[in-house]
């Protein structure tokens, strides 16, 4: 099945810094990749994904690259706010089945 | 606005008494999935409904069923609830099964007493 893989677990950054979270997986026929954001008590919330025929995707202060080569894709925050604090999960799809595989989940914590 | 709607927000249940989570869409999805989060995990997959056909993950244990009577409503039944079960219960949909976006839904936290 698939393995994905996400670093780093946690993440403190100062508000207006940068944050940037790594996600490596292993099958290379996947070709969908969501980013999603948990706040404490909700549910993920999809903040932005990307498809294998475009290497990078922007919306405002997210951005989302993409390396098929290497099988990995990051997530951008520029410009962090206190608000941005929450559990950042990636996902990639399982190869020919209907389920995401989701990795561990980076904690990111902006301090004012 | 289109979205996925879990109720009760939150759920208390004794040990080894039935408990049902519920779950609506308005997004006219076609698959609606169930995920159990225990703290600080991601979401894992119990089972998905595409349209009328009942997916189940292999490591979901019997103790977990679940009903979809129609395109707008899925349920989870609980038949014997014991304390490793408590965790927050996640509905999700999506349009086609595969490499599509899911939608999440505030989710149910249930605690066993």
């Known amino acids: 099945g698939e393995n994905v893989e996400q670093h780093p677990s946690t993440l403190s950054v100062q508000e207006g810094d940068s944050a940037v979270i790594k996600c490596t997986y292993s099958?290379?026929?996947?070709?969908?990749f969501p980013w999603y954001k948990q706040e404490l008590g909700k549910g993920p919330q999809l903040i932005i994904d990307?498809?294998?025929?475009?290497g990078e995707k922007k919306d405002q202060r997210i951005a989302v690259t993409l390396n098929k080569t290497a099988k990995h894709f990051s997530l951008h925050i520029t410009e962090t706010q206190p608000e941005d604090s929450a559990v950042y999960f990636c996902?990639?799809?399982?190869?020919?089945?209907?389920?995401?595989?989701f990795g561990g989940g980076t904690r990111v914590l902006v301090k004012p | 606005d289109a979205m996925v709607i879990q109720n009760p927000r939150y759920q208390v249940t004794q040990f080894g008494k039935p408990v049902t989570l519920s779950c609506s869409q308005t997004?006219?999805?076609?698959?609606m999935y169930w995920y159990q989060q225990k703290s600080s995990q991601a979401p894992k997959l119990l089972f998905h409904?595409?349209?009328?056909?009942?997916?189940n993950e292999a490591d979901t244990p019997d103790n977990f069923q679940s009903r979809r009577p129609n395109t707008s409503f899925c349920f989870l039944d609980i038949r014997s609830p014991g304390l490793g079960d408590a965790a927050m219960y996640l509905c999700?949909?999506?349009?086609?099964?595969?490499?599509?976006?899911?939608?999440f839904g505030p989710g149910t936290r249930l605690l066993v007493l």
């Open positions: 999700a949909t999506s349009r086609a099964p595969g490499q599509e976006t899911q939608y």
């Open positions: 099958d290379s026929a996947s070709n969908y």
């Open positions: 990307i498809r294998s025929n475009v």
């Open positions: 996902a990639v799809p399982q190869n020919a089945g209907n389920k995401l595989t």
């Open positions: 997004l006219n999805h076609n698959v």
């Open positions: 409904y595409y349209d009328k056909d009942f997916n």
